[in-house]
């Protein structure tokens, strides 16, 4: 058997300078794809996929998630505390006389969103309300915790509402009947007062003055001396309304003599000489009674 004939192979190098030689290198993968016709023509802007836009409820406009906060907090009366003083928030005006108290509502905690946007909307339309319990003759168990509400700012409110109720005719220095609040409203209001005045600056817009249980007491003057303490605590206030509730009186009378005496309360508490005032009478089918509402306003140039 003839011997089998070995070739004699230049040794293989490794260079890539050996090879190609100079400055040459291996061609890459990238290289090679460069030279390559593309797949086609770009997406259109509108087909291209962010992962990164939200979707579902947090990709709807604002104003539409405003219009399910709207819904979610509609017949709440949230229970609140301003240094131990019981206050409830209630959304967009809506009547709270007959709602049950709450805590905050579960669906706050679906996500940060929902909690931050949800507490901004009840903040902004809400009304903080003040209306202590019954009964009105004693101030026991009525001062509830001192632990105030971490999520919501109360001082962020825009409107403030104060339920009051007269108490029965009393004797002044004079020996002259007069009518003065209840104990508990009379407590509040002051503690209230006081609060404003050491906290934060707030917001308050308007303040409504609700007196209920007024029959028979019209022909009694009335001391609200405790209310025109609030005057300098909310420096945006630009309006105040005064209810009274009198459940023996035939619509289309005259205006309650009660509102000559909160003409200058009313003064003081939008620290201005003469606002703008408007008085009506109309029956409450709620509260099945007559109420009396005086409407004081600041004029334009009042205005800041």
């Known amino acids: 058997m003839p011997p089998i004939r070995r070739r004699n192979h230049a040794p293989v190098s490794t260079s890539r300078r050996a090879v190609y030689g100079g400055n040459s290198t291996l061609p890459r993968h990238s290289d090679r794809l460069s030279g390559m016709p593309s797949a086609g023509p770009?997406?259109?802007?509108?087909?291209?996929?962010?992962?990164?836009?939200?979707?579902?409820?947090?990709?709807?406009?604002?104003?539409?998630?405003?219009?399910?906060?709207?819904?979610?907090?509609?017949?709440?009366?949230?229970?609140?505390?301003?240094?131990?003083?019981?206050?409830?928030?209630?959304?967009?005006?809506?009547?709270?006389?007959?709602?049950?108290?709450?805590?905050?509502?579960?669906?706050?905690?679906?996500?940060?969103?929902?909690?931050?946007?949800?507490?901004?909307?009840?903040?902004?339309?809400?009304?903080?309300?003040?209306?202590?319990?019954?009964?009105?003759?004693?101030?026991?168990?009525?001062?509830?915790?001192?632990?105030?509400?971490?999520?919501?700012?109360?001082?962020?409110?825009?409107?403030?509402?104060?339920?009051?109720?007269?108490?029965?005719?009393?004797?002044?220095?004079?020996?002259?009947?007069?009518?003065?609040?209840?104990?508990?409203?009379?407590?509040?209001?002051?503690?209230?007062?006081?609060?404003?005045?050491?906290?934060?600056?707030?917001?308050?817009?308007?303040?409504r003055i609700e007196l209920s249980d007024a029959t028979w007491l019209q022909e009694y003057s009335f001391d609200a001396s405790v209310i025109e303490g609030l005057g300098g605590t909310m420096p945006r206030l630009e309006k105040v309304v005064v209810s009274i509730d009198d459940q023996n009186v035939e619509l289309g009378g005259e205006p309650h003599p009660w509102f000559s005496l909160f003409e200058d309360v009313v003064e003081t508490l939008l620290e201005v000489d003469e606002p703008k005032t408007e008085t009506v009478a109309f029956w409450s089918e709620s509260k099945k009674c007559t109420t009396y509402r005086m409407v004081a306003t600041k004029d334009d140039e009042d205005r800041d």
Request: hydrophobic share 40%.
């Open 42 to 207: 770009p997406l259109p802007q509108a087909l291209v996929i962010d992962n990164a836009a939200p979707s579902g409820f947090t990709g709807l406009p604002r104003e539409i998630r405003n219009e399910i906060y709207k819904n979610l907090w509609s017949g709440t009366k949230t229970l609140f505390s301003i240094k131990g003083i019981e206050m409830h928030a209630v959304y967009d005006g809506e009547d709270h006389s007959a709602m049950p108290l709450s805590g905050l509502p579960s669906w706050l905690l679906t996500n940060k969103t929902m909690l931050q946007e949800g507490i901004e909307e009840l903040e902004f339309r809400g009304e903080l309300v003040m209306q202590t319990p019954e009964p009105s003759d004693t101030l026991n168990n009525y001062v509830i915790s001192n632990k105030p509400c971490m999520l919501i700012d109360l001082l962020k409110f825009r409107t403030l509402v104060l339920r009051l109720s007269p108490m029965h005719p009393a004797l002044d220095q004079f020996l002259q009947l007069y009518l003065k609040i209840k104990d508990t409203d009379n407590y509040a209001v002051k503690r209230i007062a006081r609060y404003l005045r050491r906290a934060k600056p707030n917001i308050f817009q308007e303040l």
